[in-house]
């Protein structure tokens, strides 16, 4: 099976979204509507690695720190779910301006990211419809994830 992944953390988030039972959408603009975001990149969407506060800074991690600190995990979705919308169809449809468009195009290239690998559908999508696998290592092993449950 061909798929998009979204890539989050395993402390950080996972919990939060074993207890929901579903990926659900969100919304970083105001007045956007909420999104899941997926990405085509095989091993790691670089824009996912997100920066942490440190000594109240904003510091930007490496991947390696960013695995360190939070763990990696990604949900399977199937290429071919045709509610799926490619990034100029997914900001238009979240009410993302142009101007707004090209600036997160611009600092998704500086982390290494790419649009053409940037998909989102608005969801909610539940964990049964998806498949779950954690970074072990340099490896993606399959994750069972139980609905409801506040852990792995």
Same mark, same amino acid.
Request: proline letters at 7%.
């Given at each position: ?19 929901? +039972?579903?990926? $659900?959408g ?6 956007? &509507?909420?999104?899941? !975001?997926?990405? #085509?990149?095989? =091993?790691?969407e ?24 939070? +763990?990696?995990? $990604? ?7 045709? &509610?799926?919308?490619? !990034?100029?169809? #997914?900001?238009? =449809? ?56 506040s852990?792995?």
């Open positions: 099976m061909k798929a998009l992944y979204h890539y989050t953390s395993e402390r950080q988030h996972l919990p939060v979204i074993l207890a929901s +039972g579903e990926l $659900r969100r919304a970083d603009m105001a007045g956007a &509507r909420p999104l899941i !975001w997926f990405s #085509a990149h095989p =091993f790691w670089p824009t996912a690695t997100k920066p942490r506060w440190m000594g109240g800074l904003l510091v930007p991690q490496t991947f390696e720190e960013y695995y360190d600190v939070f +763990g990696c995990v $990604r949900f399977a979705l199937p290429t071919c779910d045709g &509610r799926l919308m490619d !990034w100029r169809r #997914a900001c238009k =449809f979240a009410g993302i301006p142009k101007r707004d468009r090209w600036a997160l195009e611009s600092v998704g290239a500086k982390e290494g990211g790419h649009p053409r690998h940037w998909f989102a559908l608005a969801g909610p999508v539940p964990l049964a419809e998806l498949r779950a696998e954690q970074l072990v290592g340099s490896q993606w092993q399959s994750l069972r994830v139980e609905e409801g449950a852990h792995v």
